[in-house]
């Protein structure tokens, strides 16, 4: 088969979501103990306001503010002691004028108090009686009843990765449960009669499979999990057979190798071949990756990936990440990068958006960002790379002391 037309990223993200929106990710109830890094299925909202009653934000004294008009360490106001709120239970205590209460950090404002005053700006003359010597106005030191959270928040919206933080915020309104997409099972399938496992000794002219290694990290680092990996031969049957026993046990088949246009490469032939919509993407305008294939087929993901090392891994970070990001309805959130300045002239591809893998250098404050120029193929890119810089399709180049954007994840 011939390329199809080599779509820039932004377009085959686009078809993607044309054709892998309508994948179906199963839901499941989980604890939120096993919640982290995982992605809600639904908006949660409160059905609570946080906080439910007005409260003190420190230790002090809760009081009529208008009673400490004009205080000052020069010219204190003294009020009265008439009480102690306790942690934990309902203040019966009622503030009014010329006294005030004792309260601890999270303890109920009583009835008539409109401000806290921090202890520090207090002195106890006696047992029942306080120097004030600062001023308060209303509300101060106080959080009230919904300042924080009101009834029907959204706390985590739909497609939220979970972290500790909302963990504390659910639990904080009394969901203990709640409902997440279970992890997109993928199956990756290396292709070439090369490849051999890693612990295999080999011969001359053998490589070591390192593709559904690295993919299947990146798998996991993006909400799935890998429930299989094997290797097959560079022939048609062989390729289609493995697939056709994981179509449909599994959300994504990722083949590595057999994408390009090589009389051995049937990759594209074999992910056509299994019904609508079937192929959409056999060729990206990327440096390196040209070779990528993308089709859909009986609710599931296929994916046909380079087989150089470098290339499958770049091709995944940008088009893998898009695809879990549709698959468990990720919300938007602002890609991750560090800016740079550049230490080597880099040359764009005609035609093509180019990655270029490399490592950062922090120097007198400032970053520096050194490319790997090596071939595709090259593997010590990928235990070496910190992160990348993307050359944008219709540059020539970007000049050496420029500064760059490294994109880390």
Known sequence: MKFLKAYNPDRIKEMMREHFSNIEIETEIIHISEA???????DIMSSVN????????VDGYALMSSDTRGASESMPVFLDVSGEVLMGTESHTEVVENTCVYIPTGGMIPKGADAVVMIEYTEK????????????????????????INVDDIIVKKGRKITAFDMGA??????????????????????????????????????????????????????????????????????????EKWIDKTDIVIVS???????????????DSFGEPGLFVHGAAVKPGK??????????ALLGLPGHPGSSSIIFTIFGKELFKILLKKEETMAFYIEAELTYNLTGAPGKETY?????????????????????????????????????SGTEGIQKGNIVKVYTE
């Open 356 to 392: 270029v893998m490399g490592t950062l250098e922090l120097n007198d404050g400032k970053y520096l960002f050194n490319p790997l120029i090596k071939k595709s193929a090259a593997i010590s890119q990928l235990s070496k790379s910190e992160g990348y810089v993307v050359i944008k």
């Open 291 to 300: 070779p990528t294939i993308m089709s859909c087929a009986r609710n599931t």
């Open 170 to 243: 659910l639990s904080a309104i009394g969901v203990s449960e709640i409902s997440v997409f279970k992890k997109p099972k993928a199956v990756i399938i290396s292709s070439g009669d090369e490849i051999r496992k890693p612990e295999v000794e080999i011969k001359l002219g053998e490589v070591r499979d390192i593709n559904s290694f690295v993919v299947g990290a990146l798998i996991e680092k993006y909400g799935g999990e890998v429930i299989y990996k094997s290797i097959v031969n560079d022939d048609e049957g062989s390729l289609f057979n493995e697939v």
């Open 36 to 42: 982290q890094y995982r992605y809600s299925s639904m």
């Open 125 to 148: 003359l006696k047992e029942d009686t306080v120097a004030v010597n600062m001023a308060m106005h209303p509300g101060k030191n106080i959080i009230y009843i919904g300042e924080d």
């Open 257 to 271: 190798g057999g994408s390009s246009a090589g009389i051995k490469d049937v990759t594209a032939e074999v992910l």
């Open 50 to 57: 946080i906080p439910d009653f007005n409260k003190s934000t």
